[in-house]
Structures are given as C-alpha cells and as structure tokens.
C-alpha cells in the first residue's frame, strides 16, 4: 500500500482522499456519489465514446468522460450542475432520437440499462426528429439458432465487440462503417449464421440493451407442456440454481436449488431433473476414455468436449485439434439419450412421445441440440435448450411468486448428484471431477486428495500436475476463447505438455455463461460474478457426502441396468458423439 | 554519393550547387524553372515543360540552359508558371503558358535575350524587360519562411537543398545542443502549431522530452484534411527535405529513433517527392544510422492515410497507423506520454515542421520578432503563416504572410479582392471546424488569440472567400454535412447530434423553418462542443454558430421570408420572366426540361411555378434578360 | 456513406494472388502493417472483395471483420470495381463556392450517372470528392487522373465527349 500514492479531490464540494492511479469515475464512487456510464467496462471497454458520464471537473475544456479521466491533486469534480445534467438529458435524447423505442414489447425492459437511465434522468422522447420510430431501420439479423441481433436497438456502445473481439479474441462482430451510418456487424454485412460465430452470448450479456438476445424458445415448451400426448420432462443444468434468484432481485451467490426445483415443478412438467448426474456420467466416462488414451498411445492432450461453445471454436479456428476432443457428449445431451432410450425402454414410453427440455446457462447448446449425431434412440437427445433467462420468463409468465416458494426436491431417480456434478459449472470444475474419478480408476482404490485447489479461481488458464500412483499427470485448464487460442498455440508449439486439458468457452465457466440472468454494467465493473456464482457450487460440493462422479448411487443403477462398464460399447453408442471440421467462412469458396 | 559526416563535407556540397541556383554573372547560364506541383500539373505545365526540353535539346542549348521541375510557385491563378534566371541576376515570371507560347519564348527571350513581356506576370519596369513575381503586390507583404525553397529549387535534388543552407541546422543541433537546448529554442521562438489549435511546439516537446522511455516516437501530420487547404502539399512537392531535417532535429530533442511522416493518399506526387528525399538523405548519411557520423540514428517511414478526415485528429492518427479504424482516444494519457503504439511521442503538423530549421539556424529571436505580441486575448503568434487563398478572390495561390497581418491586407493587397465587382461577404477560415469573418471584422490582425475572440479559428490554413453570391446558411450546411460524413461515429454528441442539425438546416433551407428552430440549433451546438471525445466534434459547431452570430439576418430571411437573399437554396427560389423585357422567342420554352413555360410566339411567355424544377436552363438560354429569380 | 459490397462474381487471377501474398510477405513483422497491405491489395484488384479480405484475414491471423470495419471506415477503400472511366469532382470548400455542386449534377445528368455509382454499362463512375489540393483552379473535375480546373457547367459535356468510345 505504501507505493500508490494518493491525492485530495473534491467531489461535490465534499474532499476524499484516493489513489492517485483512480478515475474520475472511481474518485466518485469512493464519495458515494454515482456516476451513470454505458459503455463503460472495466479493463476491455475503456473507450470513453458514450459520454453518458460527462461530469465537471477543474483544468479540463468542456466536460470529461469520468470513466476514463484520471484524477489529479486538487482536481474538484462536479457532477451536481446545470450544465452536466443538461448534457445527460440531451446525450440521452439523441441516443433515443436514433433508437427504436418500443419498450413495451422489448425483451429487455425492466433490465436494460439505456431504458434505466432514461427513467432515471426524465428523458422526453420525441425532442428530435426519430428516424428509427416508424420504420425498421436495420434488418434484424435472426438467421443464427442461438443469437438475434437488433441493430435498432443498439446504442454503439461497443460492449459486445469487446466481449467478442477483446475478451474472446473472435470478432465477428464489429463496427462498420463511419459517420452517422456506423452500425455493428459482421464482415461484408454477413448473417451472423454464415460467420465463424461460436454462440457463446458473451455478447449479449455485456450488450445493455436488445440489441442482442437469445432466440426465444420458450413458446415451443409452453407449446409441449399443454399437449397431453407429450411426456415433457426438463433437466437443470448445475450452475443455473446458483444464478436464477438474480432474475428474481437476490443478489449474486444464492443458492435457488430447491426454489428452482419448485417452480420448475409449477410449470407444468411431467419430471423434473437434475442435470449434476450426467455431469457425473459425463466425468466417468471422459476418465475412462482419459486413462485409455493414455494407457494405448491414443490422441493426447485430451480435451474436455462438454462446452458446445469451446466445441464450435475448435471445429471453426483449430479444426487440427477435433481429434483432441473426449468423443463424450455433454452432459445436456447425455441426458436426453440416456432419458429417450434406457428410461423410455423401461416405463415403456415411445421416445418419440418424450419431449426433453434442458435448462442451462448457456446459448451454445441451442446449437449444439441440432447437431449430428447427437440422437442416440434415433430422435434429438434434446428437443429444446432454454437459458436461465428464459426460464425466469417463463416463471414469471405464468404467476409463480418465486422468491417465496418453498423448497422441492429433483424426481427420482435422477436426482442424485455428487458434488463432483456441482462443480461442473465453474471453470476447473470439470477438470476437478475428472481427477477425482481418474485418479481412483487408475489406483482401482482411494487416492487421498479430492479438493484440487491449484485448478480452482477465475484466472485464465491454470496448470495442475499431479503424482497418480507412478504417472505423472499434468492437466491444464483454461477458460474464455482467448485463453483457449493461447493454450492451443502453447500445446501447438510443444510449449505444454498437459496429458489433459479442460477449456469452458465461457470466460469463468458456465457460472458466466451467456444465458446466465443480466447484471449491469455497474455490477460486472464492481463484483467478480463468475468467482461469487461459483462459490454456491463449490459450497454445495463440500456439504455434500458423495465428492466423486463414480460413487453417484443413480450412476451406479444406470450403467447396472443398462450401460454396463463404464465406456463400454453401449456406453459409446449413446453417449459419445463426432466432430466436423468447419471453415471459417461459409459461403466464401 | 559520399556519406557526409562534416561541416566541411556539406559545405563542399553547398559550394558544388549553389552555382545552379544562384548563377554566377560570367557562366552565360539560364535556369529554367517550371512549376509543376499538382496544381501545375493540372493547368498544363506538362506540355509547357515538354516544350521547352525539345527547344533546349533542338537547339543544342543542354550545357547552357538548366531546365528545372520545381514545387509549387504560389501562384495558382497564373499556372502553368515558368521562371527564367539569368546569370545577370534577372528574374522573369511567365504566366498562363501553353506550349506555343512557351516555344514564342523560348525563340524570343533564351534565344534572342528578349524577354516576351506580354506572357510575364506584370508590368514590365522602365529598366528592364522583365517582370518577376517578386514585383508584384501579390509577392510584396509575403514573408517566405517556410516557402523558402519553393518554386526556387528542384525537389527531387537534395543537394539544391543543401546549397540552400539545408541539413546545416540539424548539424548544428547534433554537434552543438543538448536536448534541453533545442527544446530551450522552440520555446523561446513563440512558434505556435500550425495544425489548426496553436499549441506551443516547444513545450510539447518538452512534454515529450521529460516522459520516460527507450522507445519515442515523432510524427508528422500531413494529412491535410481541411478542404481548401494546400499548404502541406505545397511544401512536400516543393521542399520535402525541410521537412526530414525538421523530424530529425525533434527526434534529437525527444529522445527518438523512429518516426513515421501521414500523408493523404490523394497526394500521389507530394508521396513521390518525399520518398525520393527520404532515399537521397539516406545515401548522404543526413537520416537513417549514424547520422553525421555521430552515432544518431532516425528512421523514417511514411504511411499514407486512406481518406478520413478525422485522421487529421492526433490520437485518430496514430490509431490509423497502429492500422485500425481511425477512431480517435480519449485524452489524457496525451500522446506525449502514450501515443502511437503506447509510447510516448510527438505530432506535429508539416508546416510547424518546416520552420524548424530556420530557427535553428537564425534564433529564436529573429523569429519571434515577427508576429504578434502577448496580450490579455492570448500569448501572441510568432512567425508567418501560409494561407491558401480561395474562393472569391483574384489571385488564388498560397501565400505566407507574418502573423498579425491584418485580414483585409491579406484580402486586398495579396489576394486583389473580389473579382467581377462584387461585394465581399465573407471569409471562411480554419475549414469544418473554424468560422467566418464578416466584412465588419476584416480588419483582425491574424493571429491564434485574435480569430479565437471573434469566433473562427486559424486551422491550417484555408482561406475562402466569399462574396454576395454565396448564401451563409448553405455554407453551414456545407461544412455540416462535411462533418456528418466524415465523424468517426464513436460519441453520439458528434454521430447523432450534427445529423440533428443538418436536418434543422435543411429544414430552414427547404423554406419549412421555425424560428426556434436557431434556438434548437445553438443548445444542440453548445452541448455537441462540450461533449464530444474530440477535436471533430467539439469544433464541427464553429461554422453554424459563426454564421448565425454575423449573418442571424440570412437566416431569418429563410426562415420567416422563405427567401434565400443569395439566391442559393433552390426550394426558395423563383424564376420570373418580366413580361416587358420578353419578346417571346420561345428558347427558354424550350430548353425547359419539364416544360414549365408557356407561350405564343413573340407573346411574353410565363413560368409555372408548380411544375418549375428551378434548374436554371431557361434563364441561360434567354438572350434578352427576361428571366430572373427570385 | 454506407459502403455497399459488390455483387459482381470475383474475377481475380493467381497471378494476383501470388502478388497478394508477397505483399503481405513484404510487411510481415511491420507494426500496423493492415493500411498499407490493403492498400497495395487495392491496387493489385481496384478494389477489396471479400475474396481477397479472405487472404488477407488468413495471412495476418485478423477476424476478417476487423479488416471490414477498417475497409469500411476508410472512404479510399472500394468494395466494388470503378467503371473503365471514372469522373471526380472537388467538392472542397474552394471548389464548392465556385460552384462545383452544379458542376456535378451537370455531369451526373449529362451521363445519367448518380454520385458514387457505376453507369449500368460499367463505363462511367462518378465520384465527388474532398479537395485534391488544386483549390487554385476551383472548380476542379478529373477525369481518369487528369485534372479539368475551372470548369464551367456549360463545359461540361464538350470535356465529356471526348470520352465516349
Ligand atoms: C478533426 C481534426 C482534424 C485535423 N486535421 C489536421 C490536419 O489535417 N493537419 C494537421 O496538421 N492537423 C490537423 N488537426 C490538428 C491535429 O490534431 C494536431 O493538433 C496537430 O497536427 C498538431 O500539430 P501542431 O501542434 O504542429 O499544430 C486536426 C484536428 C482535428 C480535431
Ligand atoms: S432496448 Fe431498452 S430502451 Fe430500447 S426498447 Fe428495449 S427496453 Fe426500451
Ligand atoms: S456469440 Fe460469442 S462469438 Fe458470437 S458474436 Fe457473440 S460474442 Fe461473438
Ligand atoms: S449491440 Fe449492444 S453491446 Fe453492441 S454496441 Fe449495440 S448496444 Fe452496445
Ligand atoms: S462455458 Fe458453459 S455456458 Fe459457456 S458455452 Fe460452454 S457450456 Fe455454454
Ligand atoms: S467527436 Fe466525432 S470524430 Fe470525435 S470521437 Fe466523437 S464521433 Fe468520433
Ligand atoms: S438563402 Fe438560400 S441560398 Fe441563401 S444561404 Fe440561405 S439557403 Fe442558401
Ligand atoms: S428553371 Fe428550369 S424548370 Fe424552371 S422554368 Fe426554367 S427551365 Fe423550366
Ligand atoms: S427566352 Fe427570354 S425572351 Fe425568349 S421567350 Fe423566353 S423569356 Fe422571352
Ligand atoms: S463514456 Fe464513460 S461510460 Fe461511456
Ligand atoms: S501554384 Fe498552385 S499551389 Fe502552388
Ligand atoms: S477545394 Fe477543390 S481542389 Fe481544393
């Protein structure tokens, strides 16, 4: 503490101490008084372009933008004057003077940060001339399954691009164009669907208002919920009951499981399911194919495939490395197969009378539900992903007082877990659950350690190396597409020899998932979300008794009655998929 | 070509050339020097300079008479321009040549010794037959600093440059300045950026000077953005190694190694000159590794903008050479600290460049002694400055005048005043981002601080003039719709808030105004300045604020009268025929293209106004002045 | 002005290609090499289809829309081929107040070709421009690099006839 020094400001009148390295902004934050930004995200999207944040401050002409101006000794900021509430307003004005404003059927009222600030500084349409109030100015852009984008509504904020092309290091979307005519989009205006977009709505969830959301697929439950020659059965994947409440005003890090279960229930499903056990089968069969891969000379580093996001990165941008991925299904897929063959077989229910709904954190698996052979009783595992999002709407569609209801459980026998299957929403989750089991099925006995700290936490990429009887296992694991291009290239260049490796497309997991409920700007600049949702799964993991994938007991029944050994023949018929290596452009010869 | 590592060396060089320039009284040569910048280029000096090379060899005229493709002469109006010296030290300036009068010439005045005084720009003097440029009024107030060597040297010659005292000064400054010395200098010399804003050169270097870092930058801002503004390019067609010398003096001040020249790609032979310097000082050892032998090394390297008027912006600049879209930073960090490529660097514009050496050379002193004073408005402007004269004006050209010059001398006696006996009404000055100056305030002396207080700004340069048949509220729209177009689109003050104006003026130009509608236009504007990210937004206002603070009675004639008094704006307009001037010869009926008109032959024809698209044909094909509009 | 892509089928050649690729072998290793590249690659095909931003994306490891947005930012940069004459005319201030607007819409109803388009027989592109820095002899049209100065609407189509086949 004693090198940064600190420098007296002003903010209001009212003089506050801070570091000297602190923005206006920041300055302002510490005095306690609130500065309204927009385009503003920490560390990836300092451009200063939306001036939302104009304020005052001493030896600057006209006004500054606070999220980016550095604080200087004496520096008196203002924020409480005509001049900048007037700009506020008339920044705001011509924002919307440009902008679609249809707020009463638009997907993001009530959490759009444009529509929170209008409300908050009395902002009167229709001062300016709207040329985006009549007629649809920008052709909406629907043609991918997973994300819509919107140009009408968007305020070239830029979030998005850096969530794509800063955080994700992908870019296929940007800004084109210049003048008044900018606009965001892909190279030479292509679909989104004919880019090498890999659906993982970082985007959308750094996007303030609808310009970008997800395709809305909860008509087509509602749609199987009400006909009566449908089983509709739905799974909750792991780390959806660690951020559901924030859709329903909890703060970040509450726990919602049984809640979760309960509305779920109210919806109107015939079961519902936890998703933590083909987490679990997912983890034994992925160490068994490990350890084969390791013991008969097979394709090393494996690399996790349960992140359909990471799967279509690596088809699209590393396509050599397909043959790197676990073969194994996700665990959404998996349990849509194992639900339309080994159950339906054993109540007797036509698989194709079986309508299977997921429930995750995550827009990939929107695509990954269509994918091939991803079918194993010959009809899709999945017949509709839904994001956590989607499911708060659909909650609150249909009355239920979620903060208020009481706690359910998942129906049997699919509501087992380990806290194994807990973690999976975290980035090391995977990898953890993994070492656990493989590092028994190695021994074929106990081996002492079960919390593997050193893959743990929200850095970028971690490395683990570990002493299993006499192998040697080095595992690596990284989160985000950036950091997955850098490990790659590491492994490319023979600068890393990890035997496995786990990559979340997700920057800090599913926990950050783009289905995931929205936080502002203010939220994501001020609290580290993925490390404060994954503190419920790692919660849950430790309250639980059983620590390991293998010894799940609903596991142990499923591969008894149906499957047989783990990874056997069976296994791999159903829960094992393939790859396609993608170009990057579709339509480009 | 001998590495040159002295005094002595490039003295030797100097005292090799200096005779092609300056000729000696008994070498019996003639220099024939023919302006072909662009601009002369583009009036024909390629024939008139073809001509003459033909003459020349014809008549075996090569070891006698030197044939010369210098920069830009100054004087636009007159291209193409050629030059004759004689070794009696005679000057004579032929204007608006073609091929057969320069071969009329040639016969005359390099063969026969007879100067052909009907081509030559001025009256011929009682004592000579020549008349020079340097005669006339247009020359007489200009004060050639950084025009020095234009339209006197060759070039595509360094060592014309070097006999003209070049590459001396940065000599100077590598053998006998330290670093704070040379920043001491500029500072003390009051010389003030010419890229439009007017910062002190010196203390931006010192800026520079006093960031820490082994990795430095300096740059040069030719992109020239302001339409109507020439200036850059005259000096890079005309005296690109000033420029190189003047870098590599800021290079030594700052600490740097490396720099980068960013010139408008519409420049194509303003980029060949300079690179063919850039080759030439390298082969001498002037640039480049160990420079004079003294262990100095700075490489120069030039990027080309790609048509944005923003790049002009300093962060927008080095963003553009860091090769992304040209989308300007917020400032602080300034670039003196973290500038192209997050290292600390220096920008400044060409002509800032170009008197470098000069005051290096000569002192600080000498330059501040021209210019203007400190005064409660400001801190004076040091030195010249070079306008490109435009518009409404006799002579066009680019001309340098010392700062404090007042306008209308500039107007009046350099320009010649409006042509065709019309009323001056304005000058625009400092392009998209400055202001007019109305007939009332033509007397400003220019300097920095004194077009600040009246509204415009100095820019780089452009000067337009503009007389009774220009309508200032088109004006603003012109320079609006410049700065829609040309907006980066990052902050919605500058992407959505000028759009919003522009439709106010079209709005008020389409005759559908309000007079609240100014109101919207100046809270609009004031909030547009203050907000902006940068220098675009925050000046893309002046010329609408400008015009409706000197010319608030235009406006409210197309507001409130629906009438354009400059007869501009079509959708205002009215075209009349006069009953008692029209014989009814039927040409107006039909060139019309809309048949508008209607009429007996030798009856006087009438206009319908509804049907009139306003296009002006009838009135030029009426012979008898019937027509007029309203 | 939105920049709109062409529709015309690509008709680029190896020998192209191959020019291309040295290009970009040239500027390997140079800090913000992108301008320069795509403006040589402008100058191998007249203009930037996506074919060649395909080249180039792969070449220098960019997302392809990154190049986009800055072909698309820049108003040099062409997205569609120039007609085998194209027409510019100075819009600067110098040449606007001297009239160049009425200059331009003489030329654009003359060859019944709107500013920034192609004549639909591919011979005509009309352009108006910023000041090419021959304010001097406002107002100015270039035709195929050669300068008009002073033009004069009732000129127009005498300088325009000299072009027809
Ligand atoms: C929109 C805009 C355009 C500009 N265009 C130019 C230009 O074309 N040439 C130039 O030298 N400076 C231009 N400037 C000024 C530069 O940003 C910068 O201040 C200048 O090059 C610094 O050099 P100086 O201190 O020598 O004037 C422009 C500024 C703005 C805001
Ligand atoms: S994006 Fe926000 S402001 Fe725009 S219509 Fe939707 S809710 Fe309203
Ligand atoms: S979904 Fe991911 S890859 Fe696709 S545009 Fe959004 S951030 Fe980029
Ligand atoms: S799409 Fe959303 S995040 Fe992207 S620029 Fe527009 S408003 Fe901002
Ligand atoms: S990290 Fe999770 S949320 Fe993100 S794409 Fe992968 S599976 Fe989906
Ligand atoms: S003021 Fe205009 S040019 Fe400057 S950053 Fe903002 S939008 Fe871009
Ligand atoms: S009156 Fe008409 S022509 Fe005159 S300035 Fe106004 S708009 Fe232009
Ligand atoms: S101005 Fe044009 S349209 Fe109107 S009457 Fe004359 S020729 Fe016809
Ligand atoms: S051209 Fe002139 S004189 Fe002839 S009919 Fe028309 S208005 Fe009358
Ligand atoms: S400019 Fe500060 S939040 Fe956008
Ligand atoms: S003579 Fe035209 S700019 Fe020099
Ligand atoms: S304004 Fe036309 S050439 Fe400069």
Redesign the pocket.
């Known amino acids: 503490m004693e090198n940064i020094k600190t420098v007296k400001v002003k903010v209001n009148g009212r003089e506050i101490e801070v570091p000297s390295n602190y923005t206006v902004l920041e300055a302002a934050r510490a005095a306690k008084v609130n500065i309204p930004t927009l385009c503003y995200l920490k560390d990836i999207n300092e451009i200063g372009a939306c001036r939302v944040c104009l304020t005052e401050v001493t030896g600057a002409r006209g006004m500054v933008a606070a999220c980016v101006y550095p604080v200087a000794e004496g520096m008196e900021i203002k924020t409480n004057t005509e001049k900048v509430r007037n700009a506020r307003k008339l920044n705001l004005e011509l924002v919307l003077s440009n902008h679609d404003m249809r707020c009463l059927s638009c997907s993001r009222s009530t959490t759009c940060e444009l529509q929170t600030l209008c409300n908050e500084y009395g902002i009167q349409a229709g001062t300016f001339l709207n040329d985006n109030a009549k007629e649809v100015k920008h052709p909406i852009d629907d043609s991918s399954v997973a994300i819509i984008r919107d140009n009408n509504k968007c305020v070239l904020c830029r979030r998005c691009v850096a969530a794509c092309a800063t955080l994700q290091e992908i870019g296929v979307i940007g800004p084109n164009d210049r003048g008044y005519d900018t606009h965001i989009g892909s190279a030479y205006e292509m679909k989104l669907a004919d880019t090498a977009c890999v659906n993982c709505g970082q985007c959308i969830i750094y996007c303030p208002t609808a310009a970008l959301y997800e395709r809305d697929d909860t008509q087509k439950v509602f749609d199987a919920i009400s006909d009566p020659t449908k089983h509709v059965a739905i799974c909750c994947a792991p780390s959806v009951r660690a951020t559901l409440g924030e859709a329903f005003g909890l703060a970040p890090g509450t726990d919602v499981e049984g809640k979760m279960v309960s509305a779920v229930r109210s919806l109107g499903f015939d079961a519902v399911y936890n998703m933590n056990l083909t987490a679990d089968m997912t983890i034994v069969e992925e160490a068994t194919e490990l350890i084969d891969r390791i013991q008969n000379g097979g394709k090393l580093p494996m690399i996790t495939s349960c992140s359909p996001g990471w799967i279509k990165y690596c088809e699209h941008y590393f396509p050599e490395f397909t043959e790197n991925l676990s073969s194994c299904k996700s665990p959404q897929q998996m349990f849509g197969a194992i639900y339309k063959t080994y159950w339906a077989k054993k109540n007797n229910i036509d698989p194709k009378d079986i309508f299977f709904v997921s429930v995750i954190p995550c827009t990939a698996k929107k695509f990954e539900v269509g994918r091939e052979n991803q079918s194993a009783s010959g009809y899709p595992d999945v017949d509709v992903a839904i994001t956590t999002r989607e499911l708060a709407s659909m909650i609150t569609k249909v009355g239920i007082d979620f903060v208020n209801l009481e706690d359910e459980e998942f129906d049997a026998p699919f509501a087992m877990a380990t806290g194994a299957g807990e973690i999976f929403g975290a980035t090391g989750g995977v990898m953890e659950a993994a070492l656990r089991t493989a590092a028994e099925l190695i021994l074929g006995g106990k081996f002492e350690k079960t919390d593997f700290e050193e893959v743990r936490g929200t850095d970028g990429i971690k490395h683990g190396r570990y002493k299993v009887g006499d192998l040697d296992v080095k595992v690596a694991v990284c989160s985000g597409t950036a950091n997955a291009k850098k490990l790659l290239r590491a492994i490319e260049a023979g600068e890393d020899d990890s035997v496995f490796v786990e990559v979340m497309c997700c920057p800090g997991g599913c926990v950050n998932g783009g289905g995931q409920p929205y936080q502002p700007a203010v939220v994501r600049n001020n609290v580290n979300l993925p490390a404060v949702r994954a503190s419920v799964l790692y919660g849950a993991d430790s309250d639980n008794e059983l620590r390991k994938s293998h010894e799940n007991p609903a596991l142990k029944l499923i591969y008894d009655e149906y499957l047989g050994e783990f990874g056997s023949e069976k296994a791999h018929h159903i829960l094992h998929t393939s790859y396609v290596k993608r170009g990057l452009y579709k339509n480009i010869k | 070509m001998a590495v040159i590592t002295s005094l002595d060396a490039l003295n030797a060089v100097k005292a090799k050339y200096i005779g092609d320039i300056e000729l000696p009284a008994d070498s019996g040569k003639t220099r024939i020097v023919v302006g072909r910048a662009t601009c002369g280029d583009a009036a024909g000096a390629g024939p008139v300079f073809d001509q003459l090379k033909k003459d020349i060899d014809a008549k075996g005229l090569k070891e006698k008479v030197d044939l010369i493709a210098t920069g830009c002469v100054g004087i636009c109006q007159y291209e193409p321009v050629f030059e004759v010296y004689g070794c009696d030290g005679s000057r004579t300036t032929y204007v608006n040549m073609d091929a057969e009068k320069t071969a009329e010439v040639f016969e005359s005045h390099i063969v026969g010794g007879k100067a052909v005084s009907k081509y030559t720009i001025g009256p011929v003097s009682e004592d000579s037959e020549a008349a020079a440029l340097t005669d006339t009024e247009f020359y007489k107030l200009q004060r050639r600093i950084v025009l020095r060597n234009c339209g006197i040297i060759d070039p595509e010659k360094i060592e014309e440059y070097i006999a003209r005292d070049g590459y001396k000064a940065i000599f100077k400054v590598l053998t006998e300045m330290k670093p704070e010395d040379v920043t001491k200098v500029m500072l003390d010399s009051g010389l003030r950026g010419r890229g439009g804003a007017g910062f002190p050169t010196g203390r931006k270097w010192q800026f520079a000077q006093a960031s820490k870092g082994d990795k430095k930058y300096v740059c040069c801002n030719a992109d020239e953005g302001d339409p109507g503004a020439f200036m850059d390019r005259a000096v890079l067609e005309g005296d690109p190694h000033a420029v190189i010398e003047a870098m590599t003096i800021a290079a030594y001040a700052i600490g740097s190694d490396e720099g980068y020249i960013y010139v408008r790609a519409e420049y194509p032979v303003a980029i060949k000159r300079l690179q063919i310097a850039i080759d030439q000082a390298k082969g001498y050892g002037l640039l480049g590794d160990n420079i004079f032998g003294t262990g100095f090394n700075f490489d120069l390297k030039l990027r080309l903008g790609a048509g944005a008027f923003v790049c002009g912006e300093e962060t927008a600049l080095m963003t553009s050479i860091e090769g992304k879209r040209g989308e300007p930073r917020p400032r602080p960090p300034f670039p003196a600290v973290k500038g192209l490529f997050g290292v600390p660097t220096i920008l400044n514009n060409l002509e800032t460049y170009a008197n470098v050496a000069q005051i290096i050379l000569k002192g600080a002193e000498w330059f501040s002694a021209m210019g203007t004073k400190p005064s409660d408005k400001g801190m004076g402007s040091t030195g010249t400055k070079v306008f490109a004269l435009g518009g409404k004006i006799s002579h066009t050209g680019l001309v340098e005048i010392p700062m404090g010059t007042p306008l209308s001398k500039v107007l009046n006696e350099v320009g010649g005043g409006v042509p065709d006996g019309k009323k001056f009404k304005a000058a625009q000055i400092g392009g998209p981002s400055g202001g007019c100056i109305p007939a009332s305030q033509v007397d400003v002396e220019i300097d920095y601080d004194n077009l600040m207080s009246i509204g415009a700004m100095m820019g780089s340069g452009g000067l337009i003039v503009m007389d009774e048949d220009n309508c200032m509220v088109d004006i603003a729209r012109y320079f609006l719709d410049f700065t829609v177009d040309e907006s980066c689109g990052q902050c919605p003050p500058c992407r959505i808030g000028t759009q919003r104006m522009l439709e106010l003026l079209d709005k008020i130009i389409a005759g559908n105004g309000e007079m609240e509608d100014l109101d919207k236009l100046n809270d609009l504007a004031g909030y547009i300045k203050d907000a902006s990210l940068c220098g675009l937004g925050q000046t893309a206002p002046n010329p609408v604020l400008s015009t409706i603070r000197y010319f608030r009675d235009e406006y409210i004639a197309h507001i409130v009268d629906k009438k354009c008094p400059a007869h501009v704006c079509k959708d205002l307009l009215e075209f009349v025929?006069d009953p008692e001037?029209?014989?009814?010869?039927?040409?107006?009926?039909r060139s019309c293209p809309v048949n508008a008109?209607s009429?007996e032959t030798k009856k006087?024809?009438v206009i319908d106004r509804d049907k009139c698209i306003k296009c002006g044909a009838?009135m030029t094909?009426?012979?008898?002045g019937?027509?007029s509009k309203h | 002005m939105k920049k709109q892509p062409t529709t015309v089928p690509f008709r680029g050649t190896a020998e192209q290609e191959q020019q291309l690729l040295s290009v970009i072998e040239k500027y390997r290793g140079t800090k913000g090499a992108m301008m320069p590249i795509l403006q040589e690659a402008q100058g191998i095909y007249g203009y930037l289809p996506v074919e060649v931003l395909k080249i180039i994306a792969e070449q220098t490891d960019t997302p392809m829309e990154t190049i986009y947005g800055i072909v698309s930012f820049y108003s040099q940069f062409k997205l569609n081929y120039d007609g085998d004459i194209t027409i510019s005319i100075c819009m600067g201030t110098a040449c606007y107040v001297k009239g160049s607007a009425d200059v331009l819409s003489e030329v654009a109803s003359v060859l019944g070709v709107q500013p920034g388009a192609t004549s639909s027989d591919g011979r005509y592109s009309l352009d108006a421009t910023r000041c090419i820095g021959a304010c001097g002899l406002a107002p100015v049209m270039i035709i195929n690099g050669t300068v008009y100065g002073r033009v004069k609407k009732s000129e127009v189509a005498g300088i325009l006839a000299k072009y027809k086949e």
């Open positions: 025929i001037k029209c014989i009814g010869c039927t040409l107006c009926k008109i009429g006087p024809h009838c094909a009426c012979r008898f019937a027509i």
